[in-house]
């Protein structure tokens, strides 16, 4: 007699699972009531589990590598005053302080000098600033990387004044970045050794060792060793300028406004009439003096400059004149009244006026003196143009700040003659 099978398990309504399918247990979801359905969860998780091992597998090392890369801390600066009172605004805000020294600086502080104070800033990485008179710097940023210590990052932000900076070099000249802000340009600096001057007329960088690129909205300049690269306020950048530049306006007298140079003034005195008078040549550039009768007169042209010298490692003053004639003999009673004479008005480092003079004379037949007050003068062989240099960085005391140039004629008959004036700092 053959046996019947056991009936199966039912489900009211014949509406049960297909036929071959067992759940292990009872099932109310949607996703394992059937076998394709549990099959492709199956499937899901197997495939979800090989992402996530093969993410972490990957993943892992990747995130530990990107953070060892771009973890980053925060470094101080040490800022010393060298003269006069330095002040300190911690992070930009709050009231200006009188430093002390060896002051620790952190990024986001700003430092200003008195118009007779410098300071001296080491950085994290051993560069280096020396900030001059009435100057403004603020530390933007100042990091290292925290398992890269060869990755380096300093920004600083000149907004007024002069400052020389030595950027230190690097384990990893890749890694390393230095750059300096300014109102005109953002000026990326490589290892070595430059001059900044930011004033209300532009940008001035002189990249005495090392390269400077400078970018600005209106394109890209640099200077190499040597040179120097110019941000006017109004105009495009230069680069690849010469070191040196001339601190007096129109210096060959070229370019005229009336009867005089342009950027010169006159005047005009006279202890008794006739006074003297300036004129200019029909030779382009020529400027000449003249005066006929008695009694002491100074007929003269000059030039307000204002120009700061605590940068300048060589400033000399250039000049092509021509003494014609004098009827007082050499530097007058007091050695002060030349018929031709260089004068230059500055300030020393304690800020005091001193007027400086060189003055040229063709005769001294009365043997009167020619040394006085702050200069002297200097015989002139002939009538002919002469060439005259003066390292102005050599006298005492040493100049650091110049205020005005005078071109200036004294005594009682005179003639004389300038044709080139020029005032080169670098």
Not at 63 to 92: C, H, K, S
Not at 116 to 142: C, E, G, K, Q
Not at 209 to 221: D, F, I, L, M, Y
Not at 291 to 309: K, M, N, S, V
């Amino acid at each position: 007699m053959n046996e019947q099978p056991a009936p199966g398990p039912r489900i009211a309504g014949g509406t049960g699972p297909a036929s071959g399918y067992t759940p292990l247990v009872p099932s109310f979801s949607p996703y394992t009531s059937e076998a394709g359905a549990a099959v492709r969860v199956a499937w899901r998780v197997t495939i979800g589990a090989f992402v996530i091992l093969t993410a972490l597998l990957i993943g892992g090392p990747l995130a530990r590598r990107w953070y060892v890369n771009a973890a980053i801390e925060p470094q101080r600066a040490v800022m010393t005053p060298i003269d006069g009172v330095v002040f300190l605004r911690r992070q930009g805000v709050g009231d200006w302080l009188a430093t002390r020294p060896d002051e620790k600086i952190v990024p986001g502080d700003v430092i200003r000098t008195a118009p007779n104070a410098r300071a001296f800033v080491t950085l994290f990485d051993h560069s280096t600033v020396l900030l001059y008179p009435s100057s403004t710097l603020r530390v933007l940023r100042a990091e290292q990387g925290r398992f890269r210590p060869h990755k380096r990052s300093a920004v600083l932000e000149l907004s007024q004044g002069r400052a020389r900076m030595g950027v230190a070099p690097a384990p990893d000249p890749s890694s390393a970045f230095f750059q300096l802000r300014t109102p005109q340009a953002e000026v990326h600096l490589g290892e070595g050794s430059y001059s900044a001057d930011v004033s209300t007329e532009g940008l001035q960088v002189s990249a005495r060792v090392g390269e400077a690129t400078a970018h600005t909205p209106r394109g890209s300049v640099q200077a190499r060793a040597g040179q120097r690269l110019v941000v006017p306020a109004e105009g495009s950048p230069l680069g690849a300028q010469p070191l040196r530049r001339d601190l007096v306006t129109n210096g060959l007298f070229t370019e005229r406004a009336g009867g005089l140079p342009t950027g010169w003034q006159a005047r005009v005195f006279s202890e008794q009439t006739p006074e003297g008078f300036v004129s200019l040549n029909t030779r382009p550039g020529a400027v000449t003096f003249r005066r006929q009768g008695l009694g002491h007169a100074e007929t003269a042209i000059f030039q307000p400059l204002d120009a700061d010298l605590w940068d300048f490692e060589k400033v000399v003053i250039t000049a092509e004149i021509r003494v014609l004639e004098h009827s007082l003999s050499g530097g007058g009673w007091e050695g002060t009244e030349y018929p031709l004479m260089l004068r230059v008005y500055y300030k020393d480092s304690a800020g005091s006026p001193i007027p400086w003079y060189r003055g040229y004379y063709l005769h001294n037949r009365d043997a009167n003196p020619v040394r006085g007050g702050a200069g002297y003068g200097e015989q002139v062989p002939s009538t002919d143009w002469q060439q005259v240099q003066i390292d102005l960085l050599a006298q005492a005391p040493r100049p650091w700040r110049i205020q005005r140039v005078e071109v200036v004629a004294q005594g009682w008959d005179y003639e004389s003659a300038i044709r080139e004036l020029h005032i080169w700092a670098e």
